[in-house]
């Protein structure tokens, strides 16, 4: 079946520093989401990616969707406390449903 | 912003025991899904659901579990016998009709079985 893994699986970041968490399919994918889930929270969207190679910002935060569309990252530059979360990716292929990796968890020390 | 509301948010059974978990979409959306996530772990897919009937399933959702939208509003997960195992936090979400359409998640039912 469909398996989306990302890595790290946790990251401890200073305050300031930059992080980066990587999601890779087994498959190639019709188009990739990312999500942000809070402590307690649930997850909640963040952007998402069609196009091969394409990068989209949002402030601090970078995505890219790789050339053959397997393959995704999502950069955050001079992180902040209020970064702290786990980042899944979640992948569709054409379907309806997405396969959310395996999740990165952010800390974040002030 | 529009939401999905899941009730009751926490939900204790014994182990055998039939569970139904609630989930009201947003109106205008056509796509349903229920996800789960063990404690510390990844949301996994479920079930999706559109036009009435059951779209995708995962290989978690077995005879075990069934979905229904009984009503224009409702959207529910029935469990019926469960397992020590299916102790997580369910999520149900649902989206629009187009394919970029995002998934909304409501606040979730945690979900403890004895």
């Known amino acids: 079946g469909q398996q989306v893994m990302q890595i790290p699986q946790y990251q401890h970041v200073q305050e300031g520093e930059d992080f980066t968490t990587y999601c890779n399919s087994s498959?190639?994918?019709?188009?990739i989401q990312w999500y942000k889930q809070r402590p307690g929270g649930h997850p909640v969207f963040l952007i998402q990616l069609v196009k091969s190679g394409e990068v989209k910002k949002q402030k601090r935060l970078t995505f890219q969707f790789g050339e053959a569309k397997k393959n995704s990252s999502l950069h955050i530059t001079a992180t902040q406390t209020t970064d702290v979360g786990t980042y899944f990716c979640?992948?569709?292929?054409?379907?309806?449903?997405?396969?959310f990796g395996t999740g990165t968890s952010l800390t974040v020390i002030p | 912003e529009p939401e999905v509301t899941q009730t009751p948010s926490h939900q204790v059974t014994q182990m055998g025991q039939e569970v139904i978990l609630r989930c009201v979409p947003i109106?205008?959306?056509?796509?349903f899904y229920w996800y789960r996530q063990i404690l510390g772990q990844k949301v996994e897919f479920l079930v999706s659901f559109y036009n009435n009937e059951i779209s995708e399933k995962s290989e978690i959702f077995d005879d075990q579990f069934s979905v229904e939208r009984p009503d224009g509003s409702n959207f529910t997960l029935k469990i019926r016998s469960t397992k020590l195992e299916d102790s997580a936090m369910y999520f149900c979400?649902?989206?629009?009709?187009?394919?970029?359409?995002?998934?909304?998640f409501g606040s979730g039912t945690q979900l403890s079985v004895l």
């Open positions: 979640a992948g569709s292929k054409w379907g309806n449903q997405f396969y």
């Open positions: 979400a649902s989206r629009g009709a187009a394919s970029n359409e995002k998934l909304f």
């Open positions: 109106s205008n959306h056509l796509y």
């Open positions: 498959t190639t994918l019709s188009n």
